[in-house]
């Protein structure tokens, strides 16, 4: 699954950003049958699970981000967003969108997220 992310930037803390990824040469019935996360990667941190969608629409959240984001998948469209409300400093990071059996397949490039206090 070739994975595309995009609408990282700056931010201020308080604010919103919507995170996109699609998967524009997938088919869509591959596309479906993939849980769809997104990781995050602070500077000098390791990788870590944000969110993340299963093939069931079932939502599993990092406690840090836990009423703050949402996860959606638009299966039709092969895509799936996090939006991020009320931004913090801590939520800086490159966020990438990944395509999930069990396991990471496949990782989308990094957008950057950057929140300003």
């Known amino acids: 699954v070739q994975l595309q992310a995009s609408g990282g930037g700056l931010v201020r803390v308080g604010e919103s950003l919507r995170l996109s990824c699609q998967a524009p040469?997938?088919?869509?019935?591959?596309?479906?049958?993939?849980?769809m996360g997104w990781y995050r990667q602070a500077p000098g941190r390791q990788r870590e699970l944000v969110a993340r969608?299963?093939?069931?629409?079932?939502?599993d959240y990092a406690d840090s981000v836990k009423g703050r984001f949402t996860i959606s998948r638009n299966n039709s469209r092969k895509t799936v967003t996090l939006q991020m409300n009320n931004v913090k400093p801590d939520d800086t990071g490159v966020y990438y969108c990944?395509?999930?059996?069990?396991?990471?397949?496949?990782w989308g490039q990094g957008t950057q997220v950057t929140v300003s206090s």
């Open positions: 990944s395509a999930e059996q069990g396991v990471v397949q496949d």
């Open positions: 040469r997938t088919i869509f019935s591959v596309f479906i049958n993939y849980d």
């Open positions: 969608v299963t093939t069931n629409g079932i939502t």
